[in-house]
């Protein structure tokens, strides 16, 4: 996060998407010890790599895992369901997808407001998480979207980034 603000490039790898799922799994479930989402891993087999900054992707995970998390329990207090973090690859594009089963993005809200710095929907947000995540995800040359779920509640986001 420190070398994103300060404007240092990002350290460029091959990188395992599943793998660090894998491993950041344990440690993106949210909440206090009686009130944790937990975060269940839907991950396409044999995956292809991408070239990424491990630590900017961290972060751009985090970001709406952690906004999933709290829309799942503001709908569901007593029972959360799980994030869904779900990936898939294309011809060309590694897809991250965070899905919840929160109220849904309000219909008047689109890309361009919700990744807007210093732009919230929380009584205590800061509003800078998706404008990083979207600002790291562009500089991997990959996109960053949002959307309500078609058919049950709650919204996915979706991390598109090139393939190796």
């Given at each position: 996060m420190r070398k994103f603000l300060k404007?240092?490039?990002p350290d460029f790898r091959r990188l395992d998407v599943n793998g660090l799922?894998?491993?950041?799994q344990p440690f993106l479930r949210g909440g206090t010890s009686d009130a944790k989402?937990?975060?269940r891993l839907d991950?396409?087999?044999a995956l292809p790599n991408v070239v990424a900054d491990r630590l900017q992707i961290q972060e751009v995970l985090h970001n709406p895992i952690h906004n999933d998390q709290e829309a799942n329990r503001a709908r569901l207090a007593d029972t959360p369901p799980p994030v869904i973090v779900q990936t898939r690859s294309t011809e060309d594009k590694v897809l991250i997808s965070v899905v919840?089963?929160?109220?849904?993005?309000?219909?008047?809200?689109?890309?361009?407001?919700?990744?807007?710095?210093?732009?919230?929907?929380?009584?205590?947000?800061?509003?800078?998480?998706?404008?990083?995540?979207?600002?790291?995800v562009e500089g991997h040359g990959g996109r960053l979207d949002a959307r309500n779920n078609t058919h049950e509640p709650g919204a996915t986001f979706q991390i598109?980034?090139?393939?190796e």
């Open positions: 404007g240092d490039g799922l894998r491993r950041l989402v937990a975060i991950l396409e087999e919840d089963a929160g109220p849904g993005l309000p219909e008047t809200m689109d890309m361009d407001v919700i990744v807007r710095p210093f732009f919230t929907t929380k009584e205590d947000g800061v509003g800078l998480g998706l404008w990083i995540a979207y600002s790291i598109r980034l090139p393939r």
